[in-house]
């Protein structure tokens, strides 16, 4: 076998590990992880289930794929603006930014690994965690005494929450999208309810 075989073979294994990753991640977001199955991923890819398997050993594995890299992607995200923003009040903008833009730019991805997370959290540890990055900002807000609350993990449940339900009735055609023209009202309910100071 030749150089120019073997790199041609592993360009269209890629592809084909990439098209599983976008049609597996549809299908989770849009179906559930339960409901589907690996004929259905196969199906959407255009490959046989046998194929599948040359990838990935099991559904199980094609999902701890995706939600980790998705997952840890958004978590250093945050931890970047976190980083580079210079109090909380910014910080909160930039968080909600985030993730209105992640909702509405990529729908499946924000269903997935934020509507879903109970079901995949299994696969993720503290590093490169969502939950873990949104308590740094917490804790560290609380430290600077710009929140009156004390307690980071339940002020990082309360912001999630906060821009999570939303999305879920925009998901659901109960509230009018883009996310995105709902931001300020969703920043403003997480600030009153952190008792940010200085919050209307």
């Known amino acids: 076998m030749n150089e120019t075989t073997v790199k041609k073979r ?3 294994g890629q592809a084909t590990r990439e098209r599983i990753f976008r049609e597996a991640l549809h299908l989770f977001a849009k179906k559930g992880f339960e ?3 690996i004929k259905d991923i196969a199906g959407a890819v255009g490959v046989a289930d046998a194929a599948l398997y040359r990838h990935f050993s099991s559904k199980d594995d ?3 794929a995706i939600f980790s890299f998705h997952y840890a992607n958004l978590a250093r995200s945050i931890a970047v603006l ?3 923003s210079e109090n909380f009040a910014v910080a909160l903008r930039q968080l909600v930014t985030l993730l209105c833009d992640l909702f509405d730019d990529t729908p499946d991805v924000f269903a997935f690994i934020l509507l ?3 079901d995949h959290l299994r696969f993720v540890g503290d590093e490169d965690n969502v939950v ?3 308590v740094g900002i917490m804790q560290r807000a609380i430290d600077s005494g710009e929140l009156g609350i004390d307690n980071a993990i339940l002020a990082a449940s309360i912001a999630l929450g906060a821009a999570i339900q939303p999305a879920v009735f925009c998901l659901y055609g109960r509230l009018p999208g883009p996310l995105g023209q709902h ?3 969703i920043e403003a309910a997480i600030a009153r309810a952190m008792n940010l100071h200085g919050a209307p």
């Open 10 to 12: 592993s360009r269209n």
């Open 35 to 37: 409901a589907t199955s």
């Open 62 to 64: 094609i999902a701890s």
């Open 82 to 84: 976190a980083s580079q």
């Open 116 to 118: 879903n997370q109970h």
């Open 132 to 134: 873990t990055a949104l």
């Open 183 to 185: 931001r300020d009202t």
